[in-house]
């Protein structure tokens, strides 16, 4: 199925969509973005995208950019053009199209593309068979993580370098040892206790849309869950480790750095009881919200 694009008011096949040299998200990475997942054609977390692309938008101080609805319109349309049932919807928010100069433009539109792609989400129920491994690398991105801006490359480099060692994720750390996040994706970890583990909403993390659908899930499933800093050598022997993102939706990690997650346990350097039954309660949550079956 060929993937299909919206820019600025026109669909078209995604090979012929482009945006002038001039954008401000090209030259600046002055844009924010949301990535949603589509299950069967209806959207996960739908409003929970859209609220956190607004607030990216009134923190960059871009004004004029479709309101919910319409955005909501124009993805239903794309969608329906695109003739896909699964896959990954795509938004950004550029401040628009100016002669280079870092200073904001007076009087410039905002540049809305959305991009419409297959995805196979079932590749993600195998992974999560077997797990998935990560290496820890330095966080090297700017000080605004909370911000899902285009500006990726430390994402990038680190995805990158993540892929060069045969690992799926990079676990960033900071200076002081503490673990903010991976590169796409919010790491959590199970104490022995069964207490959840994920950094709390600050500068340092992106406040995910599938990490604040997990936590909701497992509170009401009665799980202890601790929105706090843990450090690389508290993951280096916790019972489990799992991370979470819209494309993941959830999947444990059984390699951290070469070694099994777990050593020790029964379940070292395999999926963790705890992840297991997490990701059984997302995905009922994503049957729930879009009547999709894996
Ligand atoms: C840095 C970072 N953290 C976490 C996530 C997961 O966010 P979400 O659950 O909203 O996909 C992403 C997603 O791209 C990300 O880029």
């Given at each position: 199925?060929?993937?299909?694009?919206?820019?600025n008011?026109r669909?078209?096949?995604?090979?012929?969509?482009?945006?002038?040299?001039?954008?401000?998200?090209?030259?600046?990475?002055?844009?924010?973005?949301?990535?949603?997942?589509?299950?069967?054609?209806q959207?996960?977390?739908?409003?929970?995208?859209c609220?956190?692309l607004?607030?990216?938008?009134a923190?960059?101080?871009?004004?004029?950019?479709?309101?919910?609805?319409a955005?909501?319109?124009?993805?239903?349309?794309?969608?329906?053009?695109?003739?896909?049932?699964d896959g990954?919807?795509?938004?950004?928010?550029?401040?628009?199209?100016a002669?280079?100069?870092?200073?904001?433009?007076?009087?410039?539109a905002?540049?809305?593309?959305?991009?419409?792609?297959a995805?196979?989400?079932?590749q993600?129920?195998?992974?999560?068979?077997?797990?998935?491994?990560?290496?820890?690398?330095?966080?090297?991105?700017?000080q605004?993580?909370?911000?899902?801006t285009?500006?990726?490359?430390?994402?990038?480099l680190?995805?990158?370098?993540?892929?060069?060692?045969?690992?799926?994720e990079?676990?960033?750390?900071?200076?002081?040892?503490?673990?903010?996040?991976?590169?796409?994706?919010?790491?959590?970890?199970?104490?022995?206790?069964?207490?959840?583990?994920?950094h709390?909403?600050?500068?340092?993390?992106?406040?995910?849309v599938?990490?604040?659908?997990?936590?909701?899930?497992?509170?009401d499933?009665?799980?202890?869950?601790?929105?706090?800093?843990?450090?690389?050598?508290?993951?280096r022997?916790?019972?489990?480790?799992?991370?979470?993102?819209?494309?993941?939706?959830?999947?444990?990690?059984?390699?951290?750095?070469?070694?099994p997650?777990?050593?020790?346990?029964?379940?070292?350097?395999?999926?963790?009881p705890?992840?297991?039954?997490?990701?059984?309660l997302?995905?009922n949550?994503?049957?729930?919200?879009?009547?999709w079956?894996p």
């Amino acid at each position: 199925m060929p993937a299909f694009a919206y820019v600025n008011g026109r669909y078209l096949p995604l090979a012929h969509a482009s945006l002038p040299v001039e954008d401000r998200g090209t030259q600046f990475a002055d844009a924010v973005y949301e990535v949603i997942a589509m299950f069967g054609s209806q959207p996960l977390d739908w409003r929970a995208h859209c609220w956190r692309l607004r607030r990216g938008l009134a923190a960059l101080f871009i004004a004029g950019a479709p309101e919910e609805p319409a955005l909501a319109h124009i993805a239903k349309t794309l969608w329906r053009r695109a003739r896909l049932e699964d896959g990954l919807l795509y938004i950004q928010v550029s401040r628009g199209t100016a002669r280079r100069d870092h200073g904001f433009p007076a009087n410039t539109a905002p540049n809305l593309v959305m991009t419409a792609r297959a995805f196979d989400f079932r590749q993600r129920l195998r992974q999560q068979q077997t797990g998935v491994a990560v290496v820890s690398l330095p966080d090297q991105r700017w000080q605004r993580c909370d911000l899902k801006t285009t500006g990726l490359l430390g994402a990038v480099l680190g995805k990158a370098e993540a892929r060069r060692l045969g690992a799926f994720e990079a676990m960033f750390y900071r200076e002081d040892g503490t673990v903010t996040e991976g590169a796409s994706t919010n790491m959590w970890l199970v104490e022995p206790s069964g207490t959840l583990v994920t950094h709390p909403l600050s500068a340092h993390i992106l406040p995910g849309v599938m990490r604040e659908t997990v936590l909701r899930l497992a509170r009401d499933a009665q799980f202890t869950v601790a929105e706090r800093p843990f450090t690389l050598a508290q993951a280096r022997t916790a019972p489990e480790l799992f991370l979470t993102s819209t494309t993941g939706p959830l999947l444990p990690i059984t390699r951290l750095d070469g070694r099994p997650v777990g050593t020790g346990t029964a379940h070292a350097g395999i999926p963790g009881p705890t992840a297991t039954r997490l990701a059984t309660l997302l995905w009922n949550e994503i049957t729930r919200q879009t009547g999709w079956h894996p």
